[in-house]
T-cell receptor, first 111, second 118 residues
């Protein structure tokens, strides 16, 4: 089961790019990396996921290192509404593919 | 996109009573539903996994007789907190994998239920 490590908190200036790192050094070859965020008192929101290649969608970009042992979530132009806890997760394999949440990174976007 | 509707969004109940929380998948079939609990300033903790038509699987340390889970159809899973006590006060969240549980797609979360036991 792959585990992830994230910094507990980060600050970012509004309008600047927010780069959130994640280490998943024990990830196996067929395991995906998922990113979610949780705004206070709401359910987690899906952001992006990837396997090997870098991914981009309307919310963010995901950069995965070649050895797949780490990844970075990039919010290109952070806004105050992006203040949230960001979770990097590698689902536990098998029939249930469970999402086990770590402590995440609290991103505080400053005006 | 896929939506999981969770109700109620908040509930206050008296100690000793039972509370039912419902999660419905609105535009997809959820053969699997995950139930989480979150205490203030903590991360989500997986409680159990429900599968349509079979018994739920509980994580270690979660009392199955206290947290009753039913997954009677492909669009509805329920969590009943029986004989609730103040220590059961928490934020409960459900989640379902899209498109039948394949790992390559996202997981959709409900909006959560804030349970307060007085």
């Amino acid at each position: 089961d792959a585990k992830t490590t994230q910094p507990p908190s980060m600050d970012c200036a509004e309008g600047r790019a927010a780069n959130l790192p994640c280490n998943h050094s024990t990830i196996s070859g067929n395991e995906y990396v998922y990113w979610y965020r949780q705004i206070h008192s709401q359910g987690p929101q899906y952001i992006i996921h990837g396997l090997k290649n870098n991914e981009t969608n309307e919310m963010a970009s995901l950069i995965i290192t070649e050895d797949r042992k780490s990844s970075t979530l990039i919010l290109p132009h952070a806004t105050l509404r992006d203040t949230a806890v960001y979770y990097c997760i590698v689902p536990i394999g098998g029939a249930t593919n469970k999402l086990i949440f770590g402590t995440g990174t609290l991103l505080a976007v400053q005006p | 996109g896929a939506v999981v509707s969770q109700h109620p969004s908040w509930v206050i109940c008296k100690s000793g009573t039972s509370v039912k929380i419902e999660c419905r998948s609105l535009d997809f079939q959820a053969t699997t539903m995950f139930w989480y609990r979150q205490f203030p300033k903590q991360s989500l903790m997986l409680m159990a996994t429900s599968n349509e038509g079979s018994k739920a699987t509980y994580e270690q340390g979660v009392e199955k007789d206290k947290f009753l889970i039913n997954h009677a159809s492909l669009t509805l899973s329920t969590l009943t907190v029986t004989s609730a006590h103040p220590e059961d006060s928490s934020f409960y969240i459900c989640s379902a994998p899209d498109l039948g549980g394949f790992v390559s797609v996202g997981y959709t979360f409900g909006s959560g239920t804030r349970l307060t036991v007085v």
